[in-house]
């Protein structure tokens, strides 16, 4: 299994500002991703963090908002852009070894006034 | 676009009861698909995976079966207890990686 861990668990920002979210998993990793989840609904995956080079994003996604690092194999960041209050939702960080359970961290609630 | 349904969105037994919960998907070229559970204020614990290539899989009194054809999945709990009471999430994968989530069950088991 793998145990995964996000910082800050949870953080109430202004509108117009950035927040940097990290993802730290307790062993290595083959993928890493980050999904969405906003008020009532279910997640929606934003992008693939890729290590050593740039995040795949998904559709609606694009790094000027959300930029994503991936240094090594066991931790990513997540960096939610220039905030307004439709970026108020839950962030997760998630992780495999290639052809096996997907694991998640515990989220960060982000709320935006 | 995969587009994945679960019905019903919330459910109330009494303790005691098996129940079902069911997972639609309209896009039938998935490689797997998994079963979460999340509690309020806490992430997604995995519950179980099935392949595509397999038809179901039990742990303990889950047991979750995959009729990829026809894009569905239940999962089957048997003997609630309190504290199975969470939201249920089903998420299909066309590739093992990116996973596509439905809406979830929100289940309660009185006790």
């Known amino acids: 299994s793998a145990v995964i861990s996000q910082k800050p668990s949870r953080d109430i920002c202004q509108r117009g500002t950035s927040l940097t979210i990290q993802c730290q998993v307790d062993?290595?990793?083959?993928?890493m991703f980050w999904y969405r989840q906003q008020p009532g609904q279910s997640l929606t995956l934003i992008a693939t963090?890729?290590?050593?080079?740039?995040?795949?994003?998904e559709s609606g996604f694009v790094i000027d908002k959300f930029p994503i690092s991936r240094p090594n194999l066991t931790f990513s960041t997540l960096t939610v852009s220039n905030m307004s209050p439709e970026d108020s939702s839950i962030y997760l960080c998630?992780?495999?070894?290639?052809?096996?359970?997907?694991?998640f961290g515990p989220g960060t609630r982000l709320l935006v006034l | 676009k995969q587009e994945v349904t679960q019905i019903p969105a919330a459910l109330s037994v009494p303790e005691g009861e098996n129940l079902v919960l069911n997972c639609s998907f309209t896009?039938?070229?998935?490689?797997?698909l998994q079963w979460f559970r999340q509690d309020p204020g806490k992430g997604l614990t995995s519950l179980l995976l099935i392949q595509s290539s397999q038809r179901e899989q039990t742990s303990g009194r889950l047991n979750a079966s995959l009729d990829k054809s026809s894009g569905r999945s239940t999962l089957y709990i048997a003997a609630s207890q309190p504290g199975d009471s969470a939201t249920y999430l089903c998420?299909?994968?066309?590739?093992?990686?990116?996973?596509?989530f439905g809406t979830g069950t929100s289940l309660t088991v009185i006790p």
């Open positions: 896009d039938s070229a998935i490689y797997n």
């Open positions: 998630s992780a495999n070894r290639g052809e096996e359970t997907q694991y």
């Open positions: 998420a299909v994968s066309r590739t093992g990686n990116q996973f596509y």
């Open positions: 963090a890729n290590q050593g080079s740039e995040a795949t994003y």
């Open positions: 062993s290595q990793v083959t993928m």
